[in-house]
């Protein structure tokens, strides 16, 4: 099978020099989601609100949360799974595998997930924000951008 070309489903790895836990931490807190992936997405009764410039807020479910290993949740009409695993060095493998995604979008999405990646590896490892806050320069706007 060739890159990215399975039906309904998106993949992607990423390696951290950080810990499971503080890897883990950025997806599974208010304050970490805060700093690579949306302005705010705080967690009520296991539900996420997730405020992206120029999208509407999207809840979604989380899953299953087992720490520092797996978070699954519910996001833009997807399933998320997060996995975690220590590369024996001290730093993390993470996996993602997005499930039930609608074609029509699929491309967008497979971006879409390497631009938070991305983000992600440099607010842990570095504590970087690539984001530009700016709505005249966001996703829909053509800019890489969360």
């Known amino acids: 099978m060739s890159f990215q070309s399975e039906p309904g489903t998106i993949r992607w790895k990423v390696h951290f020099r950080s810990s499971p836990e503080m890897v883990f931490d950025a997806l599974a807190t208010d ?16 539900v996420v609100t997730f405020c992206i410039l120029n999208y509407e807020p999207f809840a979604g479910r989380i899953l299953l949360r087992r720490a520092p290993e797996i978070l699954k949740l519910e996001y833009f009409g997807t399933v998320v799974e997060f996995s975690l695993a220590g590369d024996g060095r001290g730093g993390t493998d993470l996996s993602l595998l997005a499930t039930e995604v609608d074609e029509s979008i699929r491309m967008e999405m497979v971006a879409g997930w390497v631009s938070v990646l991305m983000a992600m590896k440099a607010a842990v490892d570095h504590r970087i924000d690539l984001r530009n806050h700016d709505e005249t320069r966001a996703w829909g706007t053509g800019f890489v951008d969360n």
Not at 31 to 46: L, Y
């Open 31 to 46: 304050a970490g989601r805060a700093r690579f992936w949306a302005e705010t997405a705080p967690e009520v009764d296991g």
